[in-house]
């Protein structure tokens, strides 16, 4: 336990808020937030920094990493510090644990301004946090988990079936979704159509052909219209979990091919589709 008698206010009750703190001093602490208004005013901006980091930390694991990154990790590569960023674990001694808190306070102290305002905003406006958080999700997001969902469906993997014809699938999803395209013939990489399906993302019609290999794996081409933004044509590479996506813009037009995430060749069928489609 930390012994923090002595110290600021706002590095005993950071300590506190890390359980650093033995019963007597907790209990000390406790009176005293509850007894003195600033000191409970300055307890609570402290408790709005850690949940305001703890978000941000969380956000950060759940970004999507490089498939680059992925696929060196499993081959055991070397990796490059200039080109990959890595995160070392290093030992830290628990006396140091208070640092991290007060820095967090700080920045909390920084956000808030000393305004008990700002805290009853936050509680009024989490429902405008919700909005912006489903606003930051991008189209992408929607495919992988539309993925997921469709390529476990062996009976029913496709809305429209091969069988159909290549002409009405393409008539099919060009009306729909806003975007002329041929049909990629991939024979060539290993894979057989079987068929397309419409999908909603981001709320936009999105066009997706499957196609599954001698495995039984799927892979899936999605498509919707698009404002132009970014460099166009240049291939994205990114990973969700067990998924890998390349992903590129081009005549007005964002297109992803989705598949495994063990499937080394991807980006190459990527560059594929993009000639053909």
């Known amino acids: 336990m930390q012994n923090t008698k002595g110290l600021s206010l706002e590095v005993r009750l950071s300590a506190y808020l890390d359980g650093e703190v033995s019963d007597t001093e907790r209990r000390e602490l406790e009176e005293l937030v509850t007894r003195d208004d600033e000191a409970r005013l300055l307890f ?3 408790q709005a920094g850690n949940t305001f980091g703890n978000k941000a930390f969380e956000d950060f694991l759940h970004d999507p990493v490089p498939l680059s990154l992925v696929r060196r990790i499993k081959q055991g590569t070397t990796l490059n510090p200039k080109s990959e960023r890595v995160t070392a674990t290093v030992p830290v001694h628990h006396r140091v644990k208070l640092w991290p ?10 956000i808030i301004g000393g305004s008990t305002g700002y805290l009853l905003g936050m509680v009024n406006g989490s429902s405008q946090s919700n909005v912006e958080v489903a606003a930051a999700r991008s189209w992408l997001d929607d495919i992988a988990e539309y993925h997921r969902v ?3 469906q062996e009976k029913h ?3 429209v079936p091969a069988s159909a014809g290549d002409d009405e699938i393409r008539t099919w999803l060009a ?4 975007v002329n395209f041929k049909l990629p013939a991939l024979a060539g990489e290993g894979l057989t159509f ?7 993302a981001a709320g936009k019609p999105v066009a997706q052909l499957m196609y599954k290999n001698a495995d039984g794996d799927v892979f ?4 919707l219209k698009s404002e132009p933004t970014g460099e166009q044509g240049k291939l994205n590479e990114s990973i969700r979990d067990d998924l890998a996506m390349v992903s590129w813009q081009k005549s007005g037009a964002s297109y992803v091919v989705i598949g495994p995430s063990a499937d080394a060749k991807l980006r190459h069928l990527a560059e594929t589709v993009s000639a053909e489609i």
């Open 44 to 46: 609570e901006m402290l």
């Open 101 to 110: 808190r007060a820095l967090a306070a700080s920045i909390a102290l920084l």
């Open 150 to 152: 469709y390529s476990r």
């Open 157 to 159: 993997l496709v809305e």
């Open 175 to 178: 009306s729909s979704v806003g």
């Open 194 to 200: 079987e068929g397309g399906r419409l999908l909603v």
């Open 220 to 223: 899936a081409i999605c498509f």
